[in-house]
């Protein structure tokens, strides 16, 4: 009896991805995919908007909300941008080693973002203002849990998108993984931009 085919990874790695000419369909999917993350993002922040003053006689934001510790975690991820758009110049050299660097150092601001994230979200609870505290407190841990866990998610393919360039080279499809990823990145800078004036902001005027 003939023995079966021993198979490895690059027999199921497209490198050229020949399917989608110079990879409009990829571009064109990957934006769809962010204009259903509008939308969810757009619920969220409608929910927010509509049960924010409900605090069912609990904390305020004014009485909850570190403001100066809010703003750095904002400088975090606006810095973790910056530095994408970095390894992004890079890619276009040609550079391997400096798009990887890049990328690395935007993990690190990313990791710094959901750290101190969740030591708000600890704080929070440990006061007593969790999310079963007021229809507030539960709009406030919806939208902005979903924001980082879309920023976990994105470090998780960010190192993936390290690993790839290392064994892969900048070949034409990593360069594609690496503007979808630049996108929704930028994405989610632009909607933390809205929860921090939203929410954190406004919140400090009630």
């Given at each position: 009896?003939?023995?079966?085919?021993?198979y490895?990874?690059?027999?199921?790695?497209l490198?050229?991805?020949?399917?989608h000419p110079e990879?409009?369909?990829?571009?064109l999917g990957?934006?769809?995919?962010l204009?259903?993350d509008c939308?969810?993002f757009?619920?969220?922040?409608?929910?927010?908007?509509?049960?924010?003053?409900?605090y069912a006689?609990?904390?305020t934001p004014?009485?909850?909300?570190?403001?100066p510790?809010?703003?750095?975690n904002t400088a975090?991820?606006?810095?973790?941008?910056?530095?994408?758009?970095?390894?992004?110049?890079?890619?276009?050299?040609g550079k391997?080693?400096?798009?990887?660097a890049?990328?690395?150092?935007?993990?690190?601001?990313?990791?710094?973002?959901?750290?101190?994230e969740?030591?708000?979200?600890?704080?929070?609870i440990h006061?007593?203002?969790g999310?079963?505290?007021s229809?507030?407190?539960s709009?406030?841990?919806?939208?902005v849990?979903?924001h980082?866990?879309?920023?976990?998610?994105?470090?998780?393919?960010?190192?993936?998108?390290?690993?790839q360039?290392?064994?892969r080279?900048?070949?034409?499809?990593?360069?594609?993984r690496?503007?979808?990823?630049?996108?929704?990145?930028?994405?989610?800078?632009?909607i933390?931009?809205?929860?921090?004036?939203?929410?954190?902001?406004m919140?400090?005027l009630?």
């Open positions: 009896m003939s023995q079966p085919a021993a490895t990874i690059d027999d199921f790695h490198a050229e991805e020949p399917h990879g409009s369909s990829t571009m990957f934006w769809i995919y204009m259903s939308l969810i757009a619920m969220l922040f409608a929910t927010y908007g509509v049960l924010g003053t409900s006689g609990g904390p004014r009485e909850l909300f570190d403001l510790l809010v703003a750095v975090m991820l606006l810095f973790s941008s910056i530095t994408y758009g970095f390894a992004m110049l890079a890619m276009v050299d391997k080693g400096a798009t990887q890049w990328l690395l150092v935007t993990a690190v601001f990313g990791l710094a973002f959901l750290g101190i969740l030591y708000e979200f600890n704080h929070l006061e007593g203002a999310p079963w505290t229809a507030f407190l709009s406030f841990f919806t939208l849990g979903t980082g866990l879309h920023v976990t998610f994105g470090i998780v393919w960010l190192v993936t998108l390290v690993v360039v290392q064994k080279g900048l070949i034409p499809a990593n360069r594609r690496l503007m979808c990823l630049s996108l929704f990145w930028h994405f989610l800078d632009v933390w931009i809205g929860v921090f004036t939203f929410v954190y902001l919140g400090m009630r």
